[in-house]
Nanobody, 122 residues
Framework: VQLQASGGGLVQAGGSLRLSCAAS????????MGWFRQAPGKEREFVAA????????LYADSVKGRFAIFRDNAKNTVSLEMNSLKPEDTGVYYC????????????????WGQGTQVTVSS
């Protein structure tokens, strides 16, 4: 599956951004979709994920209550709504896809988008 992420940018602390990821090439509704991020000098970390139907979602503790993941299986898209952004949210955000169960391990995801930069200024 091919993934194309968009929507990153520069925002002040406390602000909001919405990231989007468009998928093509496979049956989107069969895919578990996730968002990960990577800050400079750090490993890629899990942010959020949603099961194929979108009914169940999973979040990293650091973003619970601030971020929300949505998917639209009719449009083959998954979005990440980010609110109350903090400087520590800065990084390159990647969407990822896998078959099977929803997991938080990056290595378990088979397909990755190119990443979109999010910078939160203090």
């Amino acid at each position: 599956v091919q993934l194309q992420a968009s929507g990153g940018g520069l925002v002040q602390a406390g602000g909001s951004l919405r990231l989007s990821c468009a998928a093509s090439g496979r049956t989107f509704s069969n895919l578990v979709m996730g968002w990960f991020r990577q800050a400079p000098g750090k490993e890629r970390e899990f942010v959020a994920a949603t099961v194929t139907s979108g009914i169940r979602t999973l979040y990293a503790d650091s973003v619970k209550g601030r971020f929300a993941i949505f998917r639209d299986n009719a449009k083959n898209t998954v979005s990440l709504e980010m609110n109350s952004l903090k400087p520590e949210d800065t990084g390159v955000y990647y969407c990822a896809a896998r078959y099977g169960m929803v997991v938080t391990t990056a290595a378990a995801y088979e397909s990755w988008g190119q990443g979109t930069q999010v910078t939160v200024s203090s």
